[in-house]
């Protein structure tokens, strides 16, 4: 089981506006870049979930062309992650 970004006062989508850099639709090439690392906002529907992509290996299960959920994408400060890992 991944990694999942819960916060208790506000929506998941409030916290990655606030803390994160939108990257768009298109998953990057890989899952940190500098101080930073990738989180995914997957649509399923019924509810979205907050990926942490914490390894290579998590970003690509993620970025799978068969998965054809619409997400999207940002970069997260490490720092600001560490609560929910």
Known sequence: MGYY?????????????KNGHIIGSLAPSRNEYDDQMAVVLVD???FTAAAIAYSQMELEEFASPHDKRPKCWYWVPKKL????M
């Open 5 to 17: 970004i819960n916060p208790v006062n506000m929506s998941k989508e409030e916290w990655l506006i």
């Open 44 to 46: 399923n529907y019924a």
């Open 81 to 84: 992650l560490e609560e929910f």
